[in-house]
Each structure stands twice: as structure tokens, then as C-alpha cells.
């Protein structure tokens, strides 16, 4: 099997004022369908990520970014898919959040994300907000 090029992601972390977390569930039919995700989606070839960010989280939850920065990148390679994920912690922005593409959305505490169900690449993700927020309360 030919390897395939590796998709770059740009993934929001939404956190509201009680400290929750934004997330949504998968289509079915997409890649990972049904399992719960950080909203964000693919880096266009003409932006950065800070700008696909701010694309993605405007299409899909209804906000303007107004200041984020970056998390963590994971770098995961399932078998049919390889993906890079630029993980950046949204911290302001207007709007009301909610889910413009028809998923199942939920506000979740930090502390309570690993009872849902992610893809692979997402648990470091959550490994990494979970710490990121213990050293910074």
C-alpha cells in the first residue's frame, strides 16, 4: 500500500467560562464516524493554520476567533489515513457556539472527556489539555 500524504489539521479547543470543553460527534459516514472530536478540519494550501482555524471554527461552530494559541501537534498515522494535528486553545471569541453541520454536540468538563469515545489521535489531545490545565488553573 502506497503511503499517503499526510493531512494537516487545524483543531480547536473551545472552553467556556465553567471550564467545559466543546465537542461534537462524528457522521457516521465519515473517516472515525461516530466518535466524539475537537471541532477543526484541513489547512488549505493558501492559509496558515491560525487562518484555518479561524475558518473551520466560524463554519462549523458559529464563533469568530479572537485570540488562540497553539497546544500541541500530534503527528498519528492510522492505516488508511495519516494526519497532522495542530491543536490550538481557543481563548476568546464571540458568538454562540453550536454545531452549523448538523452533528451532535455536547459541552464536557475536562475532567470528564474520557468517557467519550475519540479517535486514536485524539486521546493525546485530551492527555495534553488534561495536563496543560492542572499546571494552569
Known amino acids: 500500500m502506497a503511503k499517503s500524504k499526510r493531512v494537516h489539521v487545524a483543531v480547536g ?7 467545559a470543553v466543546f465537542i461534537s460527534r462524528r457522521h457516521a459516514h465519515l473517516h472515525q464516524g461516530g466518535k466524539w472530536e475537537f471541532p477543526g478540519g484541513k489547512v488549505e494550501a493558501n492559509e496558515d493554520v491560525y487562518q484555518a482555524l479561524c475558518r473551520e471554527l466560524h463554519e462549523e461552530c458559529n464563533i469568530a476567533v479572537h485570540e488562540a494559541s497553539p497546544l500541541t501537534a500530534i503527528t498519528f498515522d492510522y492505516p488508511d489515513k495519516h ?39 485524539n486521546v493525546a489531545i485530551i492527555d495534553c489539555l488534561q495536563d496543560f490545565l492542572r499546571r494552569n488553573p
Open 13 to 19: 479547543v473551545i472552553q467556556n467560562p465553567d471550564g
Open 83 to 121: 494526519v497532522l494535528l495542530d491543536v490550538w486553545m481557543v481563548t476568546h471569541f464571540s458568538g454562540d457556539v453550536r454545531q452549523k453541520e448538523g452533528q451532535e454536540w455536547v459541552w464536557v468538563p475536562v475532567h470528564q472527556l474520557d468517557a467519550y469515545q475519540f479517535p486514536a489521535a
